[in-house]
Every structure is written in C-alpha cells, then in structure tokens.
C-alpha cells in the first residue's frame, strides 16, 4: 500500500511542495493537499502588487533575519534563484529581471505563477481538499491523524506544514497552523508584521496624506544607523508607506526605539540645499512663503517644512528670511524627523517576522525534532527576508528541501 503525505497549506509552499513529492517519488506515494480558503494560491495573487516578483536574482541568506542568522543559507544553496527560474520556466514561464534584482514572470502576471503550480498539479492528478480548516494532529503508530474543523479525518504518514504565518490574514494565513505546532510541542519567537506600512505621530503626515516624493529613508534606533533606502515614499494619514518602508519595516520587530529620517533632496548636500534657498531668498523676494517652494517641493510639503522652521503664517515675506530659518529649512529638508509608532497590522502586511523557532527543526531536512516525521517550511518559520521576492525564494528553497528529505524517508 502507498504511504501518504498530507501538505497542509495550499499557498507557494504547499503547491510546489506538491510537485516535488510527486517528481521525488515517481508517483510512488500518495500526496493530498489541504487548504482551508475555498481556493488554493490567493496570497500568490496579491504578490508584487499582482504582478508577482517570484524571485530575485541577488538573493542570498544575508537578505533574511531571525534567531538563527545563517539558517536560510544552506537551503538556498541547495535550491537557487537559478533553480528557481529553471523551475517556473518547466512549467511554461518565462522570467523578466526589473528594478532592483526583482524577477517577474514575462507577462507580469500573478496569476501566470499560480496557474503553471495549478495546471501542473492537475496534471499529475494530486488532489487538492479545500475548506479543509485544520483542528488537531496527533500522532499514533507512526501515522499522523489530522482532524478538520467540520470533524473529516485525514491519516497521513508524512506532514509537510505550509500554512504561513499571519501576514494577510484575509488571504488565509491567520496563524492557524503555528497554534497547532505550539499545541503539539513546539515554540514560537514574537510574532510581526514585516514588509507593512509604518504608523508615525498622526500631526507629522496628516497634512502630507496623499504625497508621494521619491527621496531616502533613514532608520535609527535612538542615535545608532540602522539601514537606508532610497525610492518613492508615500505619505498617509497614519504614517508612511511605499519602497523604502516595506524595505525597511523588518526592523520594527528587531530594534527599539525607531526613528526614520527622510531626506526630500539626496541629490544635494545640507549645504547646497541651504544655498540653494539663500539663492531663492533673492529670485523670489518680491513674494511670501505660500509660494516660496514652487517648483522645489509639493506645495503641501513645502508648508510644513516653513511652519516647522518657526514662520507662523505663510504670508511671512520672502525677503525676511533669515540664514537661521533657511539653515532650518534646509535641515529639515535633508532630516524630516519621524517617530515609528508601529506597523499596520497583519491584515497589510506582506509577511511575518518571527516564526515557529529554527532550533526545533533539523537544519539539514526542516523535520521537526520535536515529532518525527512532521516538517515545516516558508513562513511558518523563523526566517523573513527583504522586500522584493525574497521571501518567494525562501518558500520555494525550503519548500524544495522538505520535500526531498520528507520523501527519501518514505521510499
């Protein structure tokens, strides 16, 4: 009789876990997929703002964090970004490289990675259960009895776990299966939303809502350098969001006390800019500051940059300004200082920080030390990379080696 593996998650992990089990196994076992949504793939979808960066061509285990630093490393030398994209190209995609390393099926289309994963499984005939909200596991014999919410029994000899973590909990991934990990013996780090908009004092951007300025975004831990990122910022009425943000919003869950520092024109030095508003004191000294920063700045920002410098109204005359107030003017510029609150939650957020802790799993195999014959890849664990297919890559190597280990096991 035909030993079984139940994938329980039906997202990037779960849906090429799939098919590798069928390749590694030659058919040989019987493989399910459960999925609690009512279809399989819809975190994939949102992706890339749909367009799906599945990848990047610059990956390595230094763009990932968590307790264990190296952990992703030997997983994504077993499977690369160039097995990656060999992999989707089998399936009928072809990649395009854009911005930053960022790697997109040709037709920039989500939906052309879950529809190769999809099509491929029909292919091969492995069944996918949906609504299949899992409740417990307990393990008995060596068999593993997975009992749903609606009370259908699946026994399985192999568990492969790939149900994320709890980014995007409308899309499913609401921390359903680190609960059932935790319950069966397992430990968690503190979890956080990662590669999300940030929260700063409302009285900061509220005026800003709606403005987007492409400038660099500085982060700091009270006074100590973090990491910078350069690209389009978009103010909100919360706090600020775009590139840089996503980019840098992993550090929320490893430092305190953040503050972002944006600089509106990296172009220039502090002291240009400062002389590049002494030069406008003369250009524009028959006018008031309402007008001051046309063609230099947003108009909205360029007011919140006058009243910061200490000018009340902005009928205050050009020809007024003193070097104090252009010295200020033109540090604010360069240092728009902002307090980092928070993030905006799970349900925007694109991924988790934290996870169920490396240490419990073999770091060769992803099999839990804990229970024998139960693996875990992508998010669900303690590892979370940067903005810009990172986190795919990460799905798709640990995916790879879970499944290879979990099948040798049973063949």
Excluded at 66 to 80: A, R, T
Excluded at 90 to 98: A, K, P, R
Excluded at 244 to 252: C, D, G, I, M, W
Aim: proline share 2%.
């Amino acid at each position: 009789m035909k030993k079984t593996l139940a994938i329980i998650g039906g997202g990037a992990v779960g849906l090429t876990s799939a098919i590798h089990a069928y390749n590694f196994s030659k058919g040989n076992i019987n493989i399910i997929i459960l999925e609690k949504m009512d279809r399989v793939g819809k975190k994939i979808l949102a992706t890339g703002n749909g367009r799906c960066n599945f990848t990047n061509i610059y990956a390595t285990y230094e763009n990932f964090y968590g307790e264990d630093k190296f952990f992703s490393k030997y997983f994504l030398e077993q499977f690369s970004v160039q097995d990656t994209i060999d992999f989707f190209y089998n399936l009928g995609v072809l990649h395009t490289v854009l911005e930053n390393g960022k790697v997109y099926p040709y037709s920039e289309q989500a939906s052309s990675i879950l529809d190769a994963l999809r099509n491929k499984i029909d292919n091969l005939n492995i069944p996918i259960k949906t609504e299949f909200d899992v409740k417990s596991i307990n393990k008995k014999n060596d068999k593993f009895k997975i009992v749903s919410t609606k009370n259908e029994t699946i026994l399985a000899n192999k568990i492969i776990f790939a149900t994320g973590g709890m980014a995007s909990q409308n899309l499913g991934s609401n921390g359903s299966g680190i609960k059932i990990l935790k319950s069966l013996g397992h430990s968690c780090t503190k979890l956080t939303p990662a590669l999300v908009q940030l929260k700063t004092p409302p009285e900061k951007v509220k005026s800003l809502k709606g403005i987007k300025i492409t400038g660099n975004l500085k982060m700091y831990s009270n006074d100590t350098f973090l990491k910078e990122e350069y690209g389009e910022i978009l103010f909100t009425d919360y706090g600020i969001s775009g590139p840089p943000v996503f980019q840098l919003s992993t550090l929320f869950s490893r430092y305190k006390n953040l503050i972002a520092y944006i600089d509106f024109m990296p172009s220039f030095t502090e002291e240009e800019v400062f002389n590049i508003l002494k030069d406008r004191k003369k250009l524009l000294n028959y006018t008031n500051m309402e007008n001051y920063f046309n063609g230099l700045l947003n108009k909205r920002l360029g007011n919140i940059i006058a009243k910061s410098s200490g000018i009340e109204k902005l009928s205050f005359l050009v020809e007024n300004l003193t070097d104090n107030i252009l010295k200020n003017m033109a540090n604010l510029i360069k240092n728009y200082k902002l307090e980092i609150l928070d993030t905006n939650g799970f349900n925007n957020a694109q991924v988790t920080s934290g996870g169920i802790k490396t240490s419990e799993f073999n770091n060769k195999t992803l099999e839990s030390k804990i229970i024998k014959g139960l693996y875990c890849a992508g998010e669900i664990l303690d590892v979370v990379g940067d903005c810009g297919g990172f986190n795919l890559q990460w799905a798709w190597s640990s995916s790879y080696v879970a499944t290879k280990c979990c099948v040798k096991s049973m063949i």
